[in-house]
């Protein structure tokens, strides 16, 4: 999976900080987190503890979106067989599915095709009674695949909200809280445009503490934001909305346009949303390949969060004092965590992404042995081509390029020279960030 992995591993730490990293993307690919979490026995379909009859059901069709949509589809697809009457999803990366259709979309920022690809899905849904069942895919990266402007704001809006949000290191909360508003399904508009038919969503979660609402701005669970909070996200960053945006939001405010459905909503009677696979699922995985290596495995926390080059420095400090004292895990260990941490830019904005940051930032701040790696499980650590980085405080020769290229937001151009970039490519699957501090015994 890491197409780069000779030119990384420095020695059997790197390889097992390497190999708790491959075992976490490996544990969160979607057809094999699909298969675990749904089952089928003659016509009952069971996900999770809820079972549908498909006899029930005159059509049955899987609509949605996101970084690992496609393996979800292709997932259902072997297990519906000849049941599944069809439906659309986006993705990032083109897939083969059979039934379902499949359209290639852009991200992180919206574009023409996202848009083209929803207005398809949402016909669909429209055109759902009370005899179908919805299979509604969501996973990380639907938030921008799944595009439908609303009122009579254009993609140019989304596109400008949406990259003023992620340049001003807003938390991807409060970022959905807005996309919500200015959208004709997010925050449970794909409810409210199904009813009356059965919606079950199916969601992989790619943010912190695994809050439905936000995974993807949640088009099939509930809202509990308001225009008025959409508003507040700019104030509270001093980020400024493009004029269209803001009309529009102070519209909602004003009650000229309906909000998004909350809790109590009769929309949400025939909707059952499913979580099938998280951060810590890939936590595990990574826990339980450092045990097999000999290394005892600590998962500190599935809700990293944060300013990725402030967040590192806790966390060297723990392999620091483990080194030290023992505690709070005797070496070899490897202390792992997970979540989504962030950048804001303030330089001229160079190569890339918080895995990178937190790892040159940690490598910088430690005064040890440890190895510290860090990937995005998508493959694309921010804006990137690279998944993440790989580095102890040796790699760091040059000390003072690395906190200029760390000032300047210009990280990945440093760790390409020094060879500390992790490659894999997309890989299909999206689960936030992994991080692997893997910390040498005594005689290593």
């Known amino acids: 999976m890491i197409r780069n992995r000779a030119e990384v591993v420095g020695n059997r730490v790197h390889e097992v900080a390497l190999d708790c990293i491959e075992a976490a993307v490996d544990a969160a690919a979607p057809e094999a987190a699909t298969k675990s979490a749904i089952g089928r026995e003659d016509q009952t379909l069971t996900v999770g503890g809820t079972t549908y009859d498909l006899d029930e059901y005159g059509e049955v069709v899987i609509v949605g979106g996101g970084k690992a949509a496609g393996g979800v589809t292709r997932a259902l697809e072997s297990i519906l067989g000849d049941t599944l009457s069809g439906g659309h999803v986006v993705v990032k990366q083109a897939i083969d599915t059979e039934t379902v259709r499949s359209s290639v979309g852009d991200h992180p920022l919206p574009s023409d095709r996202n848009v083209a690809a929803t207005a398809d899905i949402l016909e669909t849904v429209d055109e759902a009674d009370a005899e179908t069942l919805i299979l509604f895919v969501l996973t990380g990266g639907a938030?921008?695949?799944?595009?439908?402007?609303?009122?009579?704001?254009?993609?140019?809006?989304?596109?400008?909200?949406?990259?003023?949000?992620?340049?001003?290191?807003?938390?991807?909360?409060?970022?959905?809280?807005?996309r919500k508003h200015l959208s004709d399904l997010k925050g449970g508009q794909i409810a409210r445009r199904?009813?009356?038919?059965?919606?079950?969503?199916?969601?992989?979660?790619?943010?912190?503490?695994?809050?439905?609402?936000?995974?993807?701005?949640?088009?099939?669970?509930?809202?509990e934001t308001t225009y008025e909070d959409a508003r507040d996200v700019f104030e509270r960053y001093d980020l400024t909305p493009p004029p269209a945006v803001c009309k529009y939001l102070e519209s909602g405010r004003d009650g000229r346009v309906s909000e998004t459905p909350f809790p109590d909503d009769t929309v949400f009677d025939r909707v059952t949303n499913h979580l099938i696979g998280d951060n810590a699922t890939a936590l595990d995985a990574a826990a339980a390949v450092a045990r097999e290596a000999g290394y005892e495995p600590l998962v500190l926390t599935s809700r990293l969060r944060g300013e990725a080059r402030e967040v590192a420095k806790p966390l060297v400090a723990i392999a620091e004092e483990?080194?030290?004292?023992?505690?709070?895990?005797?070496?070899?260990?490897?202390?792992?965590?997970?979540?989504?941490?962030?950048v804001t830019v303030t330089g001229d904005g160079g190569q890339g992404g918080p895995n990178q940051e937190f790892v040159l930032s940690g490598a910088l701040a430690h005064d040890g042995d440890a190895v510290i790696a860090a990937v995005d499980t998508d493959g694309e650590d921010g804006s990137s081509n690279v998944a993440g980085a790989i580095a102890d405080g040796a790699a760091i020769s040059d000390r003072e390029r690395a906190r200029e290229a760390l000032l300047a937001n210009d990280v990945g151009s440093y760790l390409s020279e020094i060879e500390a970039t992790i490659e894999t490519g997309p890989t299909g699957t999206n689960v936030n960030d992994v991080i692997a501090l893997a910390i040498p015994g005594p005689s290593e």
């Open 194 to 223: 199904a009813a009356p038919a059965t919606v079950a969503g199916l969601l992989i979660s790619d943010v912190v503490g695994n809050d439905l609402s936000t995974i993807g701005s949640g088009p099939s669970v509930p809202d």
């Open 322 to 342: 483990a080194t030290a004292t023992g505690t709070p895990v005797e070496p070899p260990a490897v202390l792992l965590a997970g979540g989504e941490t962030t």
């Open 143 to 178: 938030s921008a695949l799944l595009s439908a402007p609303a009122g009579d704001l254009t993609l140019e809006d989304l596109q400008t909200t949406t990259d003023r949000l992620l340049s001003g290191g807003v938390p991807i909360a409060e970022i959905n809280a807005v």
